[in-house]
């Protein structure tokens, strides 16, 4: 291949080819050349970047978050069609560039102070010796798929946040005169008058027609619309259905708890401590002080080293076996100096909980339980793979599972909410099983599929029932009654309004509900802060009130019948000085916390403008194992020259 090119080179082909580059390099420049290449990063923002390896594993921490919250398994497909994926991407561009930020201007805590705060951290301790351990901590990165320099550079960015969080918490409180406006905005007070609207005020609706209940439903088709429903036929294989009835051999009972009786026994435990001693002097000396009853930790600390302390531990556990030895041998309470495999060392034996073995008796009702777990797994697995081979050979399911010795079972109609025509729960559904059977044609049929815990099914769709509009027989006392009373409300309405006019328009409020046969209430001392209390006005009436003025009407639904308020404010004072006072010095810390969300905001934003991270969601997309939606979309940024 070599001497091929070599033959090419000397070609007039190539010295074209080679001319054609020497002119476009120097016009254009080498980059503009190659310009256009598609990236392979996430997100970049500035000279940092979160590369696909990165985005996925913060989309797993997200997802099993999300998990954990809603108590069910979220799966990708679920959060990219809420558009999760393109929240977290710009998310972690705002991140990305408020970090960067803090880079360009200086703040960036030092390698020294990253150090000490790991070395702070309990999880990367030693269990023995309490002190840091750099494999420890390498290893835990490892398992949780991060690497040293991905961990300490969140964590230089944690250290650098904090620090400016500290700066501008500590100076900032917000302007008294803030929360005096906000106190006063609470505290006013407004007295109203108002009287309820009811049906009898307006005239009576007659009954709807065919006609018009036709055209309602038409109007309402989306809300009356039935769901589909199927009618599902099903084969299970659980333990639990043959578990119960099989058979344990004592044979077998007793080959267990030979096998398992070294783990059945509980050994002996002891608690121990331990210090290490330079030499035989200094060991003597720490064994006295020990005898008197001296605590460990200081006199470890006088000589320099660490009691080193076992709770509760089993001999296999102390780390020099000698030790370990000697200590078990010990009454409690003893005090000895021990040449161990790893030096000297004196040991004391704090307590001592004596162990168990265990007896066939004892932990037989466990022993056959778990042989009767086996075995029915077993006898499932026989079960279903004799399904299977009928299945696999053209047999139906129905015809599968009489050839296994299974039955079936008939679920449905039933809806992919797995509730029946009367809206209850079906009983002998899970939600793999209603997935399965609703992703079927009608006539189709699964194959076996595992729930999990020894159990699955297969699923028969014997029968799909389209969605519909219920006919008019179904639902037309209900849908007269609905008719009818949005009819009324629409009456009451145009009556309520035509009231509030003439309140406007300067007839008391009393002469009004006169003409409509009502009788004034009136509510004094309405606030912001106790109108959630009044049970007298409704949210609608209670949005009206606040932003109006003295003489002002309104009409809103009323709270306690079928029917529509209508009032007037009466009055509005402003708020007592000491009580003023006291909200206004109450309510500073949670406007102080507001200003600094909002200036948290503010600067993630003054990051993006400065910054201008570059996000690429079709790099996400294929991440997350999915189809890039636009493929020329993602090309890197141009490089200036």
Known sequence: MLSSFRTFAKSPFAAALIAVLVISFGIFGVSDVFKGQLTNEVVVAGKRTIDPQDFKMRWDQARKGLEQQSGQPVTTELMVENRYDARLLEDLASQEAFSALLEKVGLRPSDQLIKAQIEKIPNFFDQVSGRFDKVLYQNTLQQNNLTVDKFESGLRDEIAQTHLVTAIVDGLRAPRAFSALGAIYMTETRNVGYFSVGPGAVPQVAPPTDAQLTKFMQENAARLMKPEFRVLTVVRFSPAMVGANLPVSEADIQKQFDFRKDTLNKPEVRSVIQIPGKDAATAKTIAARLSKGEDPRVIAKSYGVEAIGYAEKPKAAIADQKVGEAAFAMAVGAVQVVQGDLGLAVVKVVGVTTGHVATLQEVRP????????????????????????????????????????????????????????????????????????????????????????????????????????????????????????????????????????????????????????????????????????????????????????????????????????????????????????????????????????????????????????????????????????????????????
Do not use: C
């Open 366 to 641: 466990m022993l056959e339980a778990e042989a009767r777990k086996t075995a029915a797994a077993e006898k499932v697995y026989e079960l279903s793979q004799k399904y299977d081979d009928a299945h696999a050979g053209g047999a139906t399911l129905v015809e599968a599972a009489a050839k296994a010795g299974v039955g079936t079972i008939t679920l449905g109609p039933l809806t992919e909410q797995g509730v029946d025509m009367q809206g209850q729960p079906v009983n002998g559904l899970t939600q793999r099983l209603v997935q399965s059977a609703f992703a079927l044609p009608q006539g189709g049929e699964s194959e076996i599929e595992d729930e999990g815990n020894g159990e699955s099914f297969a699923v028969r769709v014997d029968r799909i029932i389209p969605k519909a509009l219920p006919t008019l027989a179904e639902v037309r006392p209900r849908l007269a009654q609905v008719w009818m009373a949005q009819e009324i409300a629409k009456r009451l309405r145009a009556k309520a309004e035509e009231l509030t006019k003439r309140v406007e328009k300067g007839e008391s409020l009393e002469a009004v509900a006169g003409s409509v046969g009502a009788n004034v209430s009136h509510v004094v001392g309405l606030d912001r802060q106790n109108a959630a209390q009044n049970k007298d006005l409704s949210q609608e009436s209670m949005g009206k009130i606040f932003g109006l003025k003295v003489g002002e009407a309104f009409n809103g639904e009323d709270a306690k019948a079928f029917g529509i308020v209508v009032g007037k404010v009466e009055a509005l004072r402003g708020p007592v000085p000491t009580a003023l006072g006291r909200m206004t010095e109450a309510t500073r810390p949670q406007l102080t916390q507001t200003l600094f969300r909002e200036i948290g905001t503010d600067a993630r934003k003054s990051a993006r403008n400065t910054i201008k991270p570059k996000t690429y969601p079709n790099v996400a997309r294929v991440a997350l194992g999915l189809e890039p939606l636009d493929a020329k979309a993602d090309k890197a940024p141009e490089k200036k020259k």
